[in-house]
């Protein structure tokens, strides 16, 4: 069955990065979007981008443009999403999608803590 | 940019009740609309895509309807799982999510 197995929590110190993985299995991985999505404690979701591994194409919310960099490693089918320049705004769940027919699948989630 | 206005924002209501959740798009979304369940602690789940069309394994008591920029997810008999709060996405241009509604048993 699909799927879709994301790295652990992490504690990063403002003005640092964090790279965070997303395994998939169970299906192709080539064959469907790949996209991000933001969720800070208590509100809502925020699509952050998206990206085609077949290709690498991508495509983002302006908001995260320059915050979020989007790659995937084929050969093992994952996907990783990069924050820059992180602040306390930047605190959050992190969550891979897949999109099937919608974002039809989805990772268990990265918590993200920005504190110095 | 496409904004979704969700309402309401909290429901309380008692098993057995029909309930209703409506997204408001700010413009046309040409049914491009779809309903997420999300249960404290869980990943959303996909309920409904496309405005109407039940995602594989999910129950027959949640249906969606709406055209233009008006949607709605309809809970026809409310039951104890069903507790959670609920975001509706357009997909028309770019994602945009609603704001979520929360829903508890009364």
């Known amino acids: 069955q699909v799927k879709l197995l994301q790295s652990g929590a992490a504690l990063v110190k403002p003005g640092a990065s964090v790279k965070m993985s997303c395994k998939a299995s169970?299906?192709?991985?080539?064959?469907?979007?790949v996209s991000w999505v933001k969720q800070s404690h208590g509100k809502s979701l925020e699509w952050i981008g998206e990206?085609?591994?077949?290709?690498?194409?991508?495509n983002f919310n302006e908001k995260f443009k320059g915050k979020a960099t989007l790659t995937v490693d084929k050969s093992t089918s994952t996907a990783y999403m990069e924050l820059s320049r992180l602040t306390s705004e930047d605190s959050a769940i992190y969550y891979c999608?897949?999109?099937?027919?919608?974002?039809?699948?989805w990772g268990q989630g990265v918590m993200v803590t920005v504190s110095s | 940019d496409i904004q979704m206005t969700q309402s309401p924002s909290f429901l309380s209501a008692s098993v057995g009740d029909r309930v209703t959740i409506n997204c408001k798009a700010s413009q046309n979304i040409n049914k491009y609309l779809d309903w997420y369940q999300q249960k404290h602690g869980e990943a959303p789940k996909l309920l409904i895509y496309?405005?109407?069309n039940l995602q594989t394994g999910i129950p027959s008591r949640f249906s969606g309807s709406g055209s233009g920029t008006d949607y709605t997810l309809t809970i026809s008999s409310l039951q104890p799982e069903d507790v959670a709060t609920y975001f509706c996405l357009q997909h028309s241009s770019r994602l945009t999510f609603g704001s979520g509604t929360k829903l508890e048993i009364k």
């Open positions: 990206i085609y591994p077949n290709s690498g194409a991508t």
């Open positions: 496309n405005t109407n």
């Open positions: 999608t897949r999109w099937g027919l919608s974002l039809d699948y």
């Open positions: 169970g299906y192709t991985f080539t064959d469907y979007w």
